[in-house]
């Protein structure tokens, strides 16, 4: 491995799980809720790589879409 760039999305996931390297990015927004939605987005992240036969429904598009404007707002907040 030689950066970030080479984490899976599940090792992203497992890094911001962890409290002190949560309390690094210096956010303040809740890590709990926060991680939850991270893990919904890996779940539907997983179903579509992983070529699920129904594809992406409209309501895991909609909140894809949602948790993508939500990380465009805390970056532009955080900048």
């Keep these: 491995m030689d950066g970030v760039s080479d984490l899976t999305f599940g090792e992203y996931v497992r890094l911001l799980e962890n409290e002190q390297r949560w ?8 890590r709990g809720k926060f991680n939850e939605q991270l893990g919904r987005i890996r779940d539907i992240r997983n179903d579509v ?24 707002r805390l970056e532009k907040l955080t900048c």
């Design 23 to 30: 309390n690094k990015l210096g956010v303040q927004i809740d």
């Design 49 to 72: 790589m992983h070529f699920d036969p129904d594809g992406i429904g409209d309501a895991d598009l909609d909140e894809l879409r949602r948790f993508s404007g939500f990380l465009d």
